[in-house]
């Protein structure tokens, strides 16, 4: 009988998990069945306890219920404990191991597979919810010069600084004030791509050679990107490295066996 895994949300129609994951499954030779549910908003917990009862082994999560994830979990790693959500949860008996592989995914995605180096860079990240928040301690921990995070109500930012003050140099502002400074890696992750807006940003903040980074995917030319590409970014990438990415660390959590994402990513843009 196959291993089972599942991705949980609400809504879930849209998910590419199970795509990804079956495709890691052929690659590695793992037997392993891997499928989307649906959660009621109010029925998250009674929808992971009937799949760990029906067998399963571990679930990736999903919007809108990664902080209750983060509380169902009865042991964390590092990064998930500091991004205050989960979106891998592995179940051992009565253990309930739960991660956050999104920032790991996203700066394997930057650095790997878009060979971009963040050491040494000053990086903006715009956004303060949780989107940022799971990304801040890997981008931190790459060594960038400056991490700078901006967003609309400031007083977010600057408790997300101070949070992650002891990891790294990295400091608050609101959009008005990044105007003058100039950034080699510029990632949006708020949800303004999702509305087809573009965040606030002054003119002229991308430094020679920049790399402009939008989480979301499969929106095309993001008003983000193309502002980017008008004020000259030298690199331009949506998020969907990331979100093959970040499943093959969910599938490293599990089964300890990191798969080839490059062909996944390939056959995804195809798709």
Request: aromatic fraction near 8%.
């Amino acid at each position: 009988m196959s291993d089972r895994y599942a991705v949980i949300g609400n809504p879930i129609s849209h998910s590419k998990s199970p795509l990804i994951h079956a495709a890691f499954a052929r690659q590695t030779g793992h037997d392993l069945a891997y499928e989307a549910l649906l959660a009621p908003l109010e029925g998250f917990v009674q929808a992971v306890e009937a799949f760990r009862a029906a067998g399963g082994r571990g679930v990736n999560v999903t919007v809108p219920f990664k902080q209750e994830a983060f509380r169902y979990a009865t042991e964390l790693t590092d990064r998930a404990r500091l991004a205050q959500a989960v979106n891998t949860l592995r179940f051992n008996g009565e253990q309930v191991l739960g991660d956050n592989t999104d920032g790991a995914g996203l700066v394997r995605d930057i650095t790997q597979n878009l060979g971009f180096a963040i050491q040494g860079k000053d990086v903006l990240l715009m956004g303060a919810g949780g989107a940022a928040r799971g990304v801040l301690l890997p981008l931190l921990s790459c060594g960038p010069n400056s991490l700078t995070l901006a967003n609309r109500t400031p007083h977010k930012a600057e408790a997300l600084a101070q949070q992650f003050a002891a990891y790294g140099k990295v400091q608050a502002s609101d959009y008005p004030g990044l105007a003058g400074g100039r950034f080699d890696l510029v990632i949006n992750a708020t949800s303004s791509s999702l509305n087809d807006e573009l965040p606030p940003l002054p003119p002229r903040i991308l430094a020679p050679g920049a790399l402009a980074y939008d989480m979301m995917y499969g929106k095309g030319l993001t008003p983000f990107l193309a502002f980017a590409e008008t004020n000259h970014a030298t690199h331009l990438a949506d998020g969907l490295g990331m979100l093959v990415e970040q499943a093959a660390e969910s599938f490293y959590v599990w089964r300890g066996v990191r798969p080839e994402t490059q062909p996944v990513i390939e056959m995804l843009r195809k798709v």
